[in-house]
C-alpha cells in the first residue's frame, strides 16, 4: 500500500474496531431506545472531544497530544496524560484478552472437535496469541506497517456485519424487542464509551 492509504485503512480499523461489534449486545441489555440515547450521547462527547482537541493544536501549535498538556499544564501536565493513556491502554488490553479468553475456547474446541471445558484450555489459547501475535505486533516501530492486518480487520468486520444482519432479519417478528432496560447501563456504558473512542 501506497502513500496516505496506509494512514487511512489504519484510522478506519480504530474508528470501526471491535468494540463497535458489541454494540448489538449493548442494546440487548439497554432496549432500543435507551441503547440509541447512549449512542448518541456517546457520539456527541466524542465529537465535542475531538473538536477541543483540534482547537488546542490551532491554538498551541503542537501536534501530539503529549505537547498540549504540555502547553497548557505544564511537565504534571504532560506526565498526567501520559499516564492516563497508559492505563487506558493496559485497560483496553485487558479488556479485549477477557473477551479474547471468554470466546476463543469454544471457538478453538468447536474447529478442533474437542470438548470446550478441557483444563487449561483457555490459559494455553492466551499464552500462545500473546506470544505468537500480540508480543511481535507491539514491538513495530512503525504502525503503518500494521496496513495489512488493518485491511484483513476491516475485512472481517464487513463479513461479520453482514451475518449479524442476516441473523437479525431471520429473528424478525419472532423475538420481543425491548425499549428501555435501564438496568442494563452500568455494563454498557464503559462498551458505548469505548467504542467511539478512535482520537485517544
Known amino acids: 500500500?501506497?502513500?496516505?492509504?496506509?494512514?487511512?485503512?489504519?484510522?478506519?480499523?480504530?474508528?470501526?474496531?471491535?468494540?463497535?461489534?458489541?454494540?448489538?449486545?449493548?442494546?440487548?441489555?439497554?432496549?432500543?431506545?435507551?441503547?440509541?440515547?447512549?449512542?448518541?450521547?456517546?457520539?456527541?462527547?466524542?465529537?465535542?472531544?475531538?473538536?477541543?482537541?483540534?482547537?488546542c493544536i490551532y491554538e498551541k501549535k503542537s501536534i501530539s497530544c503529549e505537547g498540549i498538556a504540555f502547553a497548557l499544564y505544564g511537565r504534571y501536565g504532560k506526565l498526567l496524560l501520559e499516564v492516563s493513556c497508559a492505563l487506558f491502554m493496559v485497560g483496553t488490553c485487558s479488556a479485549f484478552f477477557v473477551i479474547i479468553a471468554d470466546l476463543a475456547p469454544v471457538v478453538f474446541a468447536w474447529v478442533a472437535s474437542i470438548p470446550p471445558d478441557l483444563p487449561y484450555l483457555r490459559i494455553l489459547i492466551?499464552?500462545?496469541?500473546?506470544?505468537?501475535?500480540?508480543?511481535?505486533l507491539s514491538l513495530l516501530r512503525q504502525l503503518d506497517s500494521l496496513s495489512t492486518l488493518s485491511t484483513a480487520s476491516i475485512g472481517?468486520?464487513?463479513?461479520?456485519?453482514?451475518?449479524?444482519?442476516?441473523?437479525?432479519?431471520?429473528?424478525?417478528?419472532?423475538?420481543?424487542i425491548s425499549l428501555w432496560k435501564s438496568a442494563g447501563i452500568l455494563h454498557t456504558v464503559p462498551i458505548y464509551a469505548m467504542s467511539l473512542s478512535c482520537h485517544l
Open 156 to 176: 472481517f468486520y464487513a463479513w461479520l456485519t453482514i451475518q449479524l444482519i442476516v441473523y437479525a432479519l431471520q429473528k424478525v417478528g419472532t423475538t420481543e
Open 126 to 136: 492466551l499464552f500462545s496469541l500473546g506470544v505468537s501475535v500480540i508480543f511481535p
Open 1 to 55: 500500500m501506497e502513500g496516505d492509504t496506509r494512514w487511512v485503512i489504519n484510522l478506519g480499523n480504530s474508528i470501526c474496531g471491535v468494540s463497535l461489534l458489541v454494540l448489538p449486545y449493548c442494546f440487548s441489555q439497554c432496549g432500543v431506545l435507551l441503547g440509541g440515547l447512549l449512542l448518541v450521547s456517546a457520539a456527541l462527547m466524542t465529537l465535542w472531544s475531538t473538536q477541543l482537541l483540534v482547537d
